[in-house]
């Protein structure tokens, strides 16, 4: 099953894609992230988000250490996904926040937190 180009945004109570832009951003993503050349190459970014205050509201500053030890266990469990599947994939965390708010087009709210390019391996 193949997906037209664009970004998308994962809803977990349905397991669904949606569609939020079309088109190709990847040398977007990829002039954001550094210019690290595996986010331009990869045929699929994950970038994934926060809102702290949902987490802070609830449990104060501790919220934040809350939501990076998330952030880390999902990137985690992509790590493993991809290996599972015979993919490589990279944790970025190297890139302009502002630009990548802007790039999917979220909201002061929503923060990136890591970027992912996963990919077939290669192999020299």
């Known amino acids: 099953m193949g997906l037209e180009a664009g970004i998308y945004r994962y809803e977990p109570r349905n397991h669904t894609l949606i569609k939020t ?21 990869a045929p699929v970014n994950f970038v994934i988000t926060a809102v702290f205050e949902r987490t802070t509201g609830k449990y104060g500053e501790r919220g934040v250490r809350y939501v990076w030890q998330e ?4 990137a985690q469990n992509m790590y493993l996904q991809a290996v599972a599947l015979g993919l490589g994939n990279v ?11 802007r790039i ?21």
């Open 21 to 41: 832009i079309g088109g190709d951003f990847s040398a977007q993503l990829m002039a954001a992230a550094l210019d690290q050349e595996w986010v331009g190459a």
């Open 71 to 74: 952030t880390g266990h999902a």
């Open 91 to 101: 944790v970025v965390g190297g890139f302009h926040d502002t630009e990548v708010q």
């Open 104 to 124: 999917l087009e979220l909201s002061d709210l929503e923060k990136p937190a890591y970027v992912i390019p996963v990919g077939v391996l290669r192999t020299s």
